[in-house]
C-alpha cells in the first residue's frame, strides 16, 4: 500500500541555517504530495505541494521537489528562523476522490538564535 | 475561505464519562470528513472516514461502538468517545474535503481537541 517515510528527528538548527528534511514515499499511480506544518499548540497548515513528477512547491522560503525517480519529496529551507521551529510533516494522496491523506510520522524542527 | 473549526479544543474529563467533539466546515459544505487521532511524537492515524447521511467508514483496529461519528449535516461531523479512559487521551484531529472537489481536492484541517482522561 502506499506509504511515507521521513527523517527522524528531532532536527536542531542555529538561525539562518540550512534545512533539509527528507521525505521518500511509496505509491501506486500518480500520486500529490505535501508538507504540513504543525506551530506548537496549534492544527496542521498546509505549507506547500506538489501534484506532478518534477513540480516545485514552495512558500514561505520552503520548497520541495516532486522526483519521481527517487520517489522523494524533500523539504528544504536556504535560512530558517526561530519562528520555523514546528512539526514538519510530509503527506501523499493517492488522488483518489474522497481518501485519506496518508502522513509520515513528522519531524520536528528546532531552531536556536 | 475554507476553514474548519473543533470545539471543544481542549477537554478533561472522568474515566467512565462520554465525550462529544465537533468539526464544522465554516464555509463550505463538506461531504467527507476525515477524523485522526495523533499520539505524542507520532504521526495522525486515520481513524474513520465520515460521509455525511451514511455510516462512517472506520479503519482497521479502531472500535466503532467506542468512537461514535456521526455526520448529520453537510458542515458537522461529530465525534462521541464513549466511556473514556486514560489510554483514549490523545489528540484528535478532523479535516473536511473542501469545496473543489476531484482529482485534485484539498483537505483542510481543524485545529485540533486535546483530550484528557483522568
Known amino acids: 500500500g502506499n506509504s511515507v517515510t521521513q527523517m527522524e528527528g528531532p532536527v536542531t538548527l542555529s538561525e539562518e541555517a540550512f534545512l533539509t528534511i527528507n521525505c521518500t514515499y511509496t505509491a501506486t499511480g500518480y500520486p500529490s504530495l505535501f508538507w504540513y506544518v504543525q506551530y506548537p499548540g496549534e492544527g496542521l497548515q498546509l505549507l506547500l505541494k506538489a501534484t506532478k513528477a518534477d513540480d516545485k512547491g514552495s512558500n514561505k522560503g520552503f520548497e520541495a521537489t516532486y522526483r519521481k525517480e527517487t520517489t522523494s519529496f524533500h523539504l528544504e529551507k536556504g535560512s530558517v528562523q526561530v519562528s520555523d521551529s514546528a512539526v514538519y510533516f510530509c503527506?501523499?494522496?493517492?488522488?483518489?476522490?474522497?481518501?485519506?491523506?496518508?502522513f509520515g510520522k513528522g519531524t520536528t524542527l528546532s531552531v536556536s538564535s | 475561505g475554507a476553514v474548519v473549526s473543533q470545539h471543544p479544543s481542549r477537554v478533561i474529563c472522568k474515566s467512565g464519562t462520554s465525550v462529544k467533539i465537533e468539526c464544522r466546515s465554516l464555509d463550505f459544505q463538506a461531504t467527507t470528513m476525515f477524523w485522526y487521532r495523533q499520539f505524542p511524537k507520532k504521526s495522525l492515524m486515520l481513524m474513520a472516514t465520515s460521509n455525511e447521511g451514511s455510516k462512517a467508514t472506520y479503519e482497521q483496529g479502531v472500535e466503532k461502538d467506542k468512537f461514535l461519528i456521526n455526520h448529520a449535516s453537510l458542515t458537522l461531523s461529530t465525534l462521541t468517545v464513549t466511556s473514556a479512559h486514560p489510554e483514549d487521551s490523545s489528540f484528535y484531529i478532523c479535516?473536511?474535503?473542501?469545496?473543489?472537489?476531484?482529482?485534485?481536492?484539498?483537505?483542510?484541517f481543524g485545529p485540533g481537541t486535546r483530550l484528557l482522561v483522568l
Open positions: 503527506a501523499l494522496s493517492s488522488n483518489q476522490a474522497g481518501t485519506a491523506l496518508i
Open positions: 479535516s473536511a474535503l473542501g469545496p473543489n472537489r476531484g482529482r485534485y481536492e484539498t483537505q483542510y
